[in-house]
């Protein structure tokens, strides 16, 4: 049973950092492309970044390039997506997926909350 488990959501201010984890069991860890998403209120899920099974590619949307950073260890089964500069933009819900290709993730979890404010 594939399982994804979001973690390190919370409060931050406008211009800090959050950190986020996801544990993942239930599958070969390593030969999937993982994601990030995330849904901001009144918005569809959207792609945020993704990583490629050996950890060599990465891709980030134009709105998270340069503050936002994915990461994999895959004998610890754990992806992270580090995430500076934080504006209020990037409040929502923010979910682990896992994609059998790059081009769209096929399953994800249940989401961790990230809020940006003053």
């Known amino acids: 049973q594939v399982q994804l488990v979001e973690s390190g959501g919370g409060l931050a201010q406008p211009g800090g950092s959050l950190g986020l984890s996801c544990g993942a069991s239930g599958f070969a860890f390593s030969n999937y492309y993982m994601y990030w998403l995330r849904q901001t209120p009144g918005k569809e899920r959207e792609f945020v970044a993704i990583i490629g099974p050996t950890g060599l590619y990465t891709r980030y949307d134009d709105s998270v390039r340069g503050r936002f950073t994915i990461s994999r260890d895959n004998a610890k089964n754990a992806l992270w997506l580090q995430m500076n500069s934080l504006t209020p933009e990037d409040t929502g819900v923010y979910y682990c997926?896992?994609?059998?290709?790059?081009?769209?993730?096929?399953?994800w979890g249940q989401g961790t909350q990230v809020t940006v404010t003053v």
């Open positions: 997926g896992l994609g059998v290709t790059h081009r769209e993730p096929d399953y």
